[in-house]
C-alpha cells in the first residue's frame, strides 16, 4: 500500500521570503500522480500542482514549484515571495494511476501548517 | 476547474435525529465521488467511495449502516448520518471526478456538522 509523509507540522516564513515544504512517499507503482493542495481557514481544498511521475521535469505554477526525486520518492513545495494569503494547512497527496480497487483515490500526508510572518 | 457544490454548509442537529448532506457535481458527470471527514488539524480520512449506480465502498472502521451514501445520478451523492450522536460532529468534505485517469478530483466547500 501506498504512503505519503510530511515530517513537518508546521513551518513559518517571513512574507517575501522563500520555504520549502518536505513530503516523500512509498510505493512500487512506477506511474502515478502527486499532488500539493492548500486548504486555507476557509477550509476548501484548493489543488496548488500537480506532478505526472513520468515526467521528469519539475511541476511549476507561477510562485510554487515542485522539487521532485522519483529515486528518493521525494517531492517538495517550494513557495517562492511568500504572501500572507499562502497561510494555509498545506497537503500532499498521492494518486495510483492504475484504476483497480483504488477508484483512483487521493493518499493523504498528515499536512503541514505554514504560518506567514508580515 | 470543475465546480462541486455540498449542502448545507453548516447544520446543527438534536442527538438522535438524520442528516442529509448532498454533494453535486456542476458542470462534470461525476461517475465517481469519495466522502472524507476531517477532524480539527488533521489530514483528510476517506470514508467511502462511491461509483454511480453502484453499492459505496466503505473504508475499515466505517459503519455502513451509521453513514448511509446514495449516489443514484452523475452528479448526485448524498451522505446521510443516521442516528446521530455529538461524537459525529465533524467536517465533512466531498470530492468528485469523471472517469478519465488523468483528471483530477474536485472538492466541495465542505460541511460542519455539530450534533448536540
Known amino acids: 500500500a501506498q504512503t505519503v509523509t510530511q515530517s513537518q507540522p508546521e513551518m513559518s516564513v517571513q512574507e517575501a521570503e522563500t520555504v520549502t515544504l518536505s513530503c516523500t512517499y512509498d510505493t512500487s507503482e512506477s506511474d502515478y500522480y502527486l499532488f500539493w493542495y492548500k486548504q486555507p481557514p476557509s477550509r476548501q481544498m484548493i489543488l496548488v500542482i500537480r506532478?505526472?511521475?513520468?515526467k521528469q521535469q519539475n511541476a511549476t505554477e507561477n510562485r510554487f514549484s515542485v522539487n521532485f526525486q522519483k529515486a528518493a520518492k521525494s517531492f517538495s513545495l517550494k513557495i517562492s515571495d511568500s504572501q500572507l494569503g499562502d497561510a494555509a494547512m498545506y497537503f500532499c497527496?498521492?494518486?495510483?494511476?492504475?484504476?483497480?480497487?483504488?477508484?483512483?483515490?487521493?493518499?493523504w500526508g498528515a499536512g503541514t501548517k505554514l504560518i506567514i510572518k508580515p | 476547474g470543475a465546480v462541486v457544490s455540498q449542502h448545507p454548509s453548516r447544520v446543527i442537529c438534536k442527538s438522535g435525529t438524520s442528516v442529509k448532506i448532498e454533494c453535486r457535481s456542476l458542470d462534470f458527470q461525476a461517475t465517481t465521488m469519495f466522502w472524507y471527514r476531517q477532524f480539527p488539524k488533521q489530514s483528510l480520512m476517506l470514508m467511502a467511495t462511491s461509483n454511480e449506480g453502484s453499492k459505496a465502498t466503505y473504508e475499515q472502521g466505517v459503519e455502513k449502516d451509521k453513514f448511509l451514501i446514495n449516489h443514484a445520478s452523475l452528479t448526485l451523492s448524498t451522505l446521510t448520518v443516521t442516528s446521530a450522536h455529538p461524537e459525529d460532529s465533524s467536517f465533512y468534505i466531498c470530492?468528485?471526478?469523471?472517469?478519465?485517469?488523468?483528471?483530477?478530483?474536485?472538492f466541495g466547500p465542505g460541511t460542519r456538522l455539530t450534533v448536540l
Open positions: 506532478q505526472e511521475a513520468y
Open positions: 470530492s468528485a471526478r469523471d472517469g478519465d485517469p488523468y483528471n483530477e478530483q474536485f
Open positions: 497527496a498521492y494518486r495510483s494511476l492504475f484504476l483497480g480497487e483504488s477508484n483512483y483515490q487521493l493518499i
